[in-house]
């Protein structure tokens, strides 16, 4: 593992090599923050972005990780239609508190805690898919199978 890598980064690789894989945490000097900025930066198409969003339940406060294509919006209606519950986009405090990390930074792992996940179709018919890291700075590549694995969640249409 690299320890050029900041801590929250560092807790990523951590996470991944746990979990048996080999995918390689990397850190840029310019912002991955957005989809198009993660996109730009590793050369890839906006839809092989993941954008991790969370939500939170209204009624019972919990947290949904929702795991979308970069060129794709999340339909509320549905994902609250497959989460049974009414969701609401959480604020960067409920995003820190449930997941550990900052908005522009959520990876699909490595949280403070379980968080139902849902993933996008649109993101299983790439080979290649990137994720954050840790920080607005750091991303990696993966599979949609290896998606599966780290996060178990669940393959939904929520565009």
Known sequence: MSTNLSPSAQRIQLAIRELGLNCE????PGSTRTASEAAEAVGCNLGQIIKSLVF???TSHQPVLV???GANRVNEQRLSAVFGESVIKADGDFV???TGFAIGGVPPLGHIQPIRTFIDTDLMAFDEVWAAAGTPHALFSLTPAELLVMT??????IS
């Not at 945490?25 to 840029?28: G, K, T």
């Open 25 to 28: 945490v990397i850190e840029l």
């Open 152 to 157: 178990h969640g669940e393959v939904v249409n």
């Open 67 to 69: 795991l979308v294509s």
């Open 96 to 98: 820190r508190v449930q």
């Open 56 to 58: 939170a339940s209204v």
